[in-house]
């Protein structure tokens, strides 16, 4: 066996030094080059045309630990017809996933090769850091995986250009970024284009392979997903996806489209159409579900970008339709499967001829979006089902900027269904506004950093084992994480976007995607304070009574003020799109304030009567819509019957009041409208109340099921 290793360690060295002097051998035919010719027009390879200009670096020496001297590039600029034609589709500029361009090995040592183009090497990370690359070993999914330094897999001689990260932008990158932008731009506004003739072209559909679903079935899922659940996470690359879609293309499988249809499908109003059992809510788009899984045994193995995609849409989707194993382990996949493909390096577009890969800028803007919807879907999750974050901002160099704008200021208005009867009829008709996606989005990242810092500091193992730590010294610094987390969500208040701004009362409603950064703040400074109150019990294990007393009552005030934020934007959600297809983002802040209000509240006082009557039609609605698998809020709903029988008994409400407030009779008769009145008794048998009628645990890390609570605490 060492033997063997030994022969093969020789061939590679062999192989090495052949290549090493072929490397040689160009640079001298190089250097015999008249330096004018470097810059003749007719100089550049014709194939070399659609690559970004970047930086080449000469090699004095390979495997010296001499700096690399940049040599003047003889890549002319990419030209827009170059890369984006409108007769020819991007999916024809890159082959099928099968036939993906293999990263191989090359003489050159590991460079780092930037999109900062007046940026210097850096002199020491490639010895001492050399940057993840490929393996040698064939690979059935995209092309080629990465490894790090730390791998036997890890190959020095390749050249996988990463791009420097965070150095600060210099005046001669601009014009290849601005190129770049404008490009993808275009790109999108074309595919844009292309998809609005799909209606009215069925020579086009006709050719388009849905899986076996329904033309119009198949579309009307996709303009679903386009409209509301693509703009919270921007985790699906539409123009790519849909160019693919049509042109038989590298960036959709038949998995990704039946992730998508699963999620649609719960937003849909065709329910007779998409239900397994047309009287059970619970099967609606479970078919593709099913499909999903019988498709994932033949893509587990071979990664690609857009099984990534699919399985984080199928996780995150899983979530609240009551699956949270299911879509936590789908949700885990993706993120190995992205760190396998490479998706949390900045590997910058390039297009080498002979041997390596490459990675145009639509393929590095789609990976750009996968590592940061995925995320901030892990934070959100991370929340919802009370468990540690699994992707941390540490491992990652990508790039937050992106750089295909089209859906910034795009107009946004409501889908609605032509083939079927809408769910409200009474939701008013809501007038078209810019999307603002992009810088959307960005706001929601920043809220998410906040959020991963408030799980490390108050929810998880290490915030309460701290066994060894005194009393006082305990309390302060937990009274420093409070102080710099407050001060980290303020500046995240003041610096959101004036287009962004939205204040209940005041402001015409902005579409869904904007509201959730706002709710998810509020929810964020609950989480922030409720360790520090009298009722924090369940977060810290640490006993709350230790803080001064000015201190909780301050946290209590907090907590009671986001409450009431989130009752105002969620009422002006629920009055202008009803919550039934509301984001689990959403559903999740109105957990918190439904909470904070039965548990922080004089339960004498008739002051939150309205707020409570309104977190109870909230609720079940959220029960008849998306979140119907979640079995938390029934508790809730089952606690604020209490507190509402309660108030009544002790105050006197004039008639109107009384009229407006659910009694007994009419919680039966909703609990039977939502699981059928032979599973009432069942679905609320075991002790979800206390004596006093206050939810028996009030834990808000992990609202989702409660067998998670107090894994982490």
Aim: with cysteine; hydrophobic share 35%; aromatic share 8%.
């Amino acid at each position: 066996m060492r033997r063997t290793a030994i022969r093969i360690r020789k061939e590679d060295v062999r192989a090495l030094q052949r290549q090493v002097e072929e490397l040689k051998e160009q640079m001298r035919r190089k250097d015999q080059t008249p330096s004018h010719d470097l810059h003749s027009p007719n100089h550049a390879n014709p194939s070399e045309g659609q690559a970004l200009p970047m930086q080449q670096y000469s090699v004095d020496d390979v495997g010296s630990s001499r700096a690399f001297t940049p040599a003047n590039s003889s890549h002319p600029p990419t030209s827009v017809r170059s890369l984006l034609s409108e007769d020819t589709p991007p999916s024809s500029h890159r082959g099928p996933l099968s036939q993906s361009p293999v990263l191989t090995s090359s003489a050159a040592a590991a460079v780092l090769a930037s999109l900062d183009r007046g940026a210097e090497p850096n002199t020491e990370s490639h010895l001492l850091s050399p940057e993840p690359t490929q393996g040698s070993d064939g690979n059935e999914g995209d092309g080629f995986q990465l490894y790090g330094a730390t791998s036997l897999l890890h190959d020095q001689s390749s050249r996988t250009f990463l791009a420097t990260g965070h150095r600060e932008e210099t005046q001669e990158c601009a014009p290849s970024k601005d190129a770049t932008r404008d490009r993808l731009v275009s790109y999108a506004a074309l595919r844009r284009q292309e998809e609005v003739a799909l209606y009215s072209s069925p020579s086009i559909t006709s050719k388009i392979d849905f899986d076996g679903v329904p033309m119009d079935t198949a579309l009307h899922l996709l303009d679903l997903h386009w409209n509301r659940q693509h703009l919270s996470y921007l985790l699906t690359y539409r123009p790519a996806i849909m160019d693919s879609l049509i042109h038989n293309g590298p960036y959709v499988n038949k998995l990704l489209l039946n992730a998508i249809y699963f999620q649609s499908s719960l937003y849909s109003d065709r329910t007779s159409l998409l239900r397994q059992d047309p009287q059970d809510p619970q099967t609606m788009g479970m078919a593709f579900y099913e499909r999903f899984k019988s498709l994932l045994v033949d893509h587990i193995d071979k990664p690609t970008i857009p099984t990534v995609v699919a399985l984080l849409t199928c996780g995150a989707c899983l979530v609240p339709r009551g699956k949270q194993s299911a879509g936590w382990v789908f949700c885990g996949i993706a993120y190995r499967m992205m760190t396998d493909l490479g998706c949390h390096l900045d590997i910058e577009p390039t297009s080498q001829t002979g041997k390596g890969f490459k990675l145009t800028p639509i393929d590095v803007e789609m990976r750009k979006r996968i590592y940061w919807a995925a995320y901030v879907g892990d934070k959100l999750q991370s929340l919802f089902l009370g468990r540690p974050p699994a992707i941390h901002e540490t491992v990652g160099g990508v790039s937050e900027e992106f750089l295909d704008t089209y859906e910034e200021m795009e107009e946004w208005k409501p889908y609605a269904d032509p083939e079927a009867r809408p769910f409200d009829s009474s939701a008013p008709a809501y007038r078209g506004r810019p999307c603002y996606a992009i810088s959307t989005f960005r706001c929601l990242l920043q809220l998410c950093r906040i959020i991963s810092r408030i799980i490390d500091a108050f929810y998880t193992t290490d915030s309460t084992e701290r066994s060894k730590s005194s009393a006082e010294s305990l309390n302060t610094s937990l009274m420093q994480k409070r102080q710099d987390i407050r001060d980290r969500l303020r500046q995240f208040k003041d610096g959101i976007p004036a287009w962004l701004r939205f204040e209940s009362g005041v402001d015409s409603t902005p579409p869904p995607h904007q509201i959730t950064p706002h709710s998810l703040y509020w929810a964020s400074v609950i989480l922030t304070e409720l360790p520090f109150t009298n009722h924090g019990r369940s977060t810290l294990a640490h006993d709350s009574n230790s803080f001064q007393s000015s201190a909780q009552d301050e946290s209590r005030k907090k907590c009671i003020e986001a409450a009431l934020h989130i009752w105002k934007l969620v009422e002006a959600y629920k009055k202008t799109f009803t919550l039934r297809r509301a984001q689990y983002g959403i559903s999740y802040a109105t957990y918190c304030a439904v909470l904070v209000i039965l548990e922080h509240t004089d339960q004498n006082c008739d002051e939150y009567i309205e707020c409570i009557r309104f977190f109870w039609q909230a609720l079940l609605e959220f029960q008849r819509g998306c979140n119907y698998g979640l079995k938390r809020p029934l508790r809730l709903l089952k606690s604020l019957m209490g507190r509402i029988e309660k108030v009544t008994k002790n105050i006197n409400m004039d008639a109107t009041v009384v009229t407006d407030c659910p009694d007994l009779s009419a919680f039966q008769a909703d609990m039977a409208s939502l699981f059928g009145t032979g599973q009432t008794s069942e679905a609320w048998s075991g002790p979800w109340v206390a004596q006093d009628g206050l939810v028996a645990d009030n834990t808000l890390f992990g609202i989702a099921d409660d067998s998670l609570l107090g894994a982490y605490m």
